[in-house]
């Protein structure tokens, strides 16, 4: 079956850009996580839904960062005027509740000029 | 607090010989504990998982690790090194109820012919 998938892939923008990144869960799935891995910071958790229960936003680094999930499926990870700092890559996973087991996307490689 | 410690950052072996890859948990719950690998501009992917069944948990390509309650340890280990294991290694925790994974610094895996 089709695994998380994540665009795009690369993105390159300049300083004070804002960026969308996309996460495709796998089917059925309703918990969906967003991580960030940077050279700095190592692998990092950032956000979590679960079905339709408020995020755990507990991991995002400043409020210019946020996330929306439309349906229990899909989302979207927002960077505003985004930074040099936020140079990373961004990983999503996704699971059934309780199971213990996240299945991750390629991750998007988000590079701010 | 949960978190990992990953003992190294490289570890180098020649093919065909042994592997080990050191871990040390800390948790106030009885933990969920993982080994992720990296690939070279790859995704994470799931090697094994510990949740508290028989402390000796065997993955895929061959690597199994140990659960050690006394010592707080969860190392990775595989008999015999083939090149294509030549990876990046995560040791995660989860955390209870959210599932949010807390990942080590990483071990990368060099392996010689």
């Known amino acids: 079956g089709a695994g998380v998938s994540q665009s795009p892939s690369n993105k390159v923008t300049e300083k004070g850009k804002d960026v969308e990144l996309r996460c495709d869960p796998i089917?059925?799935?309703?918990?969906l996580y967003w991580y960030r891995q940077s050279l700095g910071q190592g692998l990092e958790f950032l956000i979590y839904?679960?079905?339709?229960?408020?995020?755990?936003k507990s991991g995002l680094p400043s409020d210019r960062f946020s996330a929306e999930r439309t349906g229990g499926s899909v989302s979207t990870l927002t960077i505003q005027r985004t930074q040099q700092e936020d140079s990373a890559v961004y990983l999503c996973?996704?699971?059934?509740?309780?199971?213990?087991?996240?299945?991750f996307g390629p991750g998007t490689r988000l590079t701010v000029l | 607090a949960q978190s990992v410690t990953q003992l190294d950052s490289h570890v180098s072996v020649s093919e065909g010989t042994p592997v080990l890859l050191r871990c040390n948990y800390s948790s106030s719950y009885s933990p969920s504990l993982f080994w992720y690998v990296q690939h070279p501009n790859k995704g994470l992917q799931l090697l094994l998982k510990y949740t508290s069944a028989a402390t000796l948990v065997k993955g895929i390509n061959g690597f199994e690790a140990e659960f050690k309650k006394s010592e707080t340890s969860f190392h990775l280990t595989k008999p015999s090194a083939h090149m294509s294991d030549a990876a990046e290694y995560f040791c995660v925790v989860s955390e209870p109820n959210t599932d949010k994974l807390i990942f080590g610094t990483g071990t990368r895996l060099q392996v010689f012919p």
């Open positions: 839904f679960q079905g339709n229960s408020a995020p755990d």
């Open positions: 089917s059925g799935h309703t918990a």
């Open positions: 996973a996704s699971s059934y509740p309780g199971a213990g087991t996240q299945y």
